[in-house]
């Protein structure tokens, strides 16, 4: 992906509201209408902005093997 994506955006801080988890605001629909490209470029983004530009190029993938007791 591009190095600048996250170099163009702007927040309008006043497009922002805080809603409980479990209210229907209909945005599932919104990205369920996008195609999973687009879904995977805006969470790049969100990675970008949480952990900037130096992060790894990729999100690491972590196994964790654990032995249970049989019951």
Request: aromatic share 8%.
């Amino acid at each position: 992906m591009n190095c600048d994506l996250t170099s163009n955006l702007k927040i309008d801080r006043k497009a922002f509201s805080v809603i409980s988890l479990t209210d229907d605001s209909g945005e599932n629909a919104y990205w369920f209408a996008r195609t999973p490209q687009e879904r995977l470029k805006q969470v790049e983004i969100l990675r970008r902005i949480n952990y900037g530009t130096t992060s790894a190029a990729r999100i690491e993938k972590v196994i964790e093997i654990v032995d249970r007791e049989q019951s």
